[in-house]
């Protein structure tokens, strides 16, 4: 077989294993809409408070475990792996789970996805002040990312990925090399971050050639302060952030809608 249909054929079968997967997403997900009342009654009934109690802990480990990656947890997952045969009192598993994680491990378990069911697990994200834009102890990437949605905040709230790029080449930081502290830093924004849900990279309809453009994620959204993303901006340039009279506002309205949700 020649090394072009061997290419051909490996892409084939990789979009085939993605398609099982997505399938076996939507049986998963597709029991969960097929639960009645009565499943649920004889569930509370077969189970003890200790086994879903059990339960309960399984689902937290399981979440803490894959939000080490930061990748966005899907409740089909949560099905097929920890819940199984407990389905029918899913719901009432999950509640428990949102008040361990906010009263033991001040974390907040947000649905950022309802039709598809996708949690995140957040912690809220704050610029170390005083340091190196490029630097935090434990996680160099943070300075990198707070960089980016700096730069798409001030910016209106989308940029073209020039601006991204031009604006790290002047930190120093190439995103056509390989650099010390993050690697391959394209890699690092347009796959890492956005499989995160820290930004969404899209490309911009009608160019030739192709353009893409950066906007804030989900997960941005929910975990980051714009108020003190600003603060953040304003010590960079030695400026009051209240100077930026329209980001003021914005980051204003965004942590008063923060506070009320």
């Known amino acids: 077989m020649s090394q072009r249909k061997k290419a051909v054929s490996a892409s084939q079968n990789k979009t085939q294993r993605r398609s099982q997967v997505s399938l076996d997403e939507d049986d998963e997900d597709a029991h969960f809409s097929q639960i009645t009342s009565s499943q649920v009654q004889r569930a509370r009934e077969n189970y003890t408070s200790d086994q879903i109690d059990r339960k309960v802990a399984e689902v937290v480990q399981f979440i803490l475990i894959k939000d080490q990656k930061k990748i966005p947890i899907r409740r089909a997952d949560i099905g097929k ?91 120093r930081v190439d995103p ?27 490309k911009i309809p009608h160019t030739d050639p192709v353009e893409c453009e950066f906007r804030w994620g989900l997960r941005a959204e929910k975990e980051v302060s714009k108020l003190k993303l600003l603060d953040f901006v304003g010590e960079l340039f030695d400026q009051d952030p209240q100077s930026w009279t329209q980001q003021f506002r914005d980051a204003s309205a965004a942590e008063t809608s923060s506070q009320r949700s």
């Open 81 to 171: 792996h920890v819940i199984k045969e407990y389905k029918a009192i899913y719901t009432e598993i999950m509640n428990r789970v949102f008040r361990k994680f906010d009263q033991v491990f001040g974390l907040k378990l947000v649905e950022i996805d309802s039709k598809n069911h996708i949690y995140i697990l957040i912690n809220k994200l704050e610029p170390i002040h005083g340091e190196p834009v490029n630097m935090r102890p434990g996680n160099p990437k943070t300075g990198l990312l707070f960089v980016i949605l700096s730069v798409i905040f001030m910016k209106g709230g989308v940029v073209k990925e020039n601006t991204v790029w031009n604006t790290l080449k002047k930190l």
């Open 176 to 202: 056509g090399e390989k650099h010390d502290e993050f690697g391959d830093v394209k890699k690092v924004v347009t796959d890492e971050f956005v499989r995160q849900k820290y930004l969404e990279y899209v």
